[in-house]
């Protein structure tokens, strides 16, 4: 493996307007120390490990749930073992994997999330039409006291619970492996070819643009750093009225080409649940 004195991050000037944008998402988050032994798992009993067998099939089959159940009783005769119902299969699933959502406090006329430079607010600021929107965050008791309790959330779910999932399966951690070893093949050719050979380009990973990342921007040095993209367009959801909610997805570079695209292969973030297109869709 090619091991030139690339620079690292700090080391790479960029723009006063981008390292206030990094500065503002990151919002004083700083990396953890590196776990120094593998995750622990949790012990699953014959019963749930059948429940999510049983629930895998029936998600990728897209069963109904008057399926779930009439497979899941013919199962659990057939085993001698109780399978979980569709509520416990889902709640044993999302403890396993952390996919769990987060409410996120947002506009109840969809202008802005509370996030960034919003968060302390309980008003909304944004500009909509001309007039400042000016919607409570919370709810007001009887006697027009703001409560705790806020009059929208919408629902967003963690990018890393599902890469790390990824990651936990050996043939999907294969595949997320994709976009380094094109990687790794063109900085050899880049080194050694020393143009007598002809490049060829077929995706991210042997792209002049990944290779500048690498080499003057100092990241995706590990295997497994992960490369995102993010994609967000309006939906219409009701008749006569334009892009009400915006869906929000990421799609893995990482993942070879033929799969990448696949529903089954992109994370959905989020959808700005309405009933007017976000007003400033950074915020969310």
């Not at 500065?23 to 988050?29: A, E, F, I, Q």
């Not at 897209?62 to 979980?84: C, F, M, R, W």
């Not at 909509?128 to 929208?152: F, H, I, L």
Request: proline share 8%; glycine share 4%.
């Amino acid at each position: 493996m090619l091991e030139p004195p690339f620079p690292t991050p700090d080391q790479c000037v960029v723009p006063e307007q981008v390292e206030a944008l990094h500065n503002t998402l990151l919002n004083g988050y700083t990396l953890p120390d590196p776990p120094d032994s593998p995750p622990s798992s949790e012990n699953l009993d014959n019963s749930q490990l059948l429940t999510l067998k049983h629930y895998t099939a029936w998600h990728r089959s897209n069963g109904t749930v008057k399926a779930y159940k009439l497979h899941a009783a013919v199962l659990q005769q057939a085993t001698g073992e109780t399978i979980l119902s569709l509520y416990m299969a889902r709640k044993l699933a999302a403890s396993i994997t952390e996919l769990t959502p987060t409410n996120i406090d947002i506009c109840s006329n969809s202008c802005i999330a509370y996030t960034g430079e919003f968060a302390e607010m309980t008003s909304c600021p944004h500009i909509r039409d001309k007039k400042v929107c000016g919607a409570p965050r919370y709810k007001r008791a009887p006697d027009g006291r703001d409560t705790s309790r806020p009059r929208a959330q919408m629902m967003t779910l963690p990018i890393m619970a599902t890469i790390r999932a990824l990651y936990g399966d050996a043939t999907s951690s294969e595949l997320m492996r994709h976009r380094d070893k094109l990687l790794q093949q063109t900085l050899q050719l880049v080194a050694s070819a020393a143009g007598r050979q002809k490049r060829t380009y077929s995706d991210f990973g042997d792209s002049d643009t990944h290779l500048f990342h690498r080499n003057e921007l100092g990241l995706f040095a590990d295997s497994r750093d992960v490369a995102l993209a993010l994609s967000t367009d309006g939906a219409q959801l009701t008749m006569k009225k334009l892009s009400d909610t915006w869906l929000v997805i990421i799609m893995l570079f990482n993942l070879p080409p033929t799969i990448r695209y696949f529903s089954g292969s992109v994370i959905y973030a989020f959808a700005t649940p309405g009933p007017n297109p976000p007003g400033h869709i950074e915020s969310f």
